[in-house]
């Protein structure tokens, strides 16, 4: 787990794209949460948005705060102008966090009264709860899987980068219900005698713990 502040953001993501070019080749990163503006309210209501490229972290978030806080959230398919995108051009479609919604309704948005006294620090404090729960569910559970191959009736995937993997879950079914069926293996392979050509699966790992990973690998059946 990397905690990481970025300077720059409004002269164009500049610390965060330098991030990206100096680190890209050297780790490799599987989630990542960007939080940006995210102490405003304008009512009483403890609310905030996730702001997400992935819908898996997208889900662990509204869990994470539905079971470990007491904040309300929305969400939004958004991650451009912000550093999220300097990180999703390095490593692709890994982003969740949390910003202030709607953040062009702040009043103290790039003004001199953006102080501590101007953030609703309950809700900050909410905010910060779905975080840490969030942090602690990725680095408790398997990543999304790679290398996903669908031919004919046999699914094959990368193993998972994590040790601990007992299994992989696997389902699969024609573009109108593609998850209806379902199957398990315990090695990176799998022969389904009832895939068809153009249908959709999704395999995802799942630890010695029960933890299962947080976003599935999908592909279509060639």
Excluded at 3 to 22: C, K, N, Q, W, Y
Excluded at 106 to 116: A, G
Excluded at 176 to 191: C, D, L, Q
Aim: charged letters at 20%; hydrophobic letters at 40%.
């Amino acid at each position: 787990v990397m905690f990481v502040a970025f300077t720059g953001e409004e002269a164009g993501l500049r610390g965060a794209r330098e991030f990206g070019r100096v680190m890209k080749d050297s780790i490799t990163v599987v989630g990542a949460l960007n939080n940006d503006m995210m102490g405003w309210s304008n009512d009483h209501r403890i609310d905030n948005t996730i702001r997400y490229s992935n819908p898996g972290l997208r889900d662990v978030q509204h869990a994470a705060a539905i079971q470990f806080s007491e904040l309300i959230t929305y969400d939004a398919f958004y991650f451009k102008s912000t550093d999220a995108q300097a990180l999703y051009d390095a490593w692709g479609d890994i982003i969740a966090g949390i910003g202030s919604y709607p953040i062009l309704g702040n009043p103290h948005y790039h003004q001199v009264h953006d102080v501590l006294e101007t953030i609703n620090h309950r809700q900050l404090t909410e905010t910060s709860r779905t975080t840490v729960a969030t942090i602690m569910y990725m680095a408790s559970s398997p990543s999304r899987l790679t290398g996903l191959v669908a031919q004919g009736n046999t699914v094959s995937w990368t193993p998972a980068r994590e040790r601990g993997v007992t299994r992989y879950l696997i389902r699969y079914g024609p573009p109108a219900n593609p998850m209806h069926y379902s199957a398990t293996a315990t090695s990176p392979r799998a022969v389904l005698n009832s895939l068809r050509e153009g249908w959709h699966v999704a395999v995802k790992a799942v630890n010695a713990r029960g933890m299962e990973g947080w976003d599935w690998a999908r592909t279509v059946v060639k």
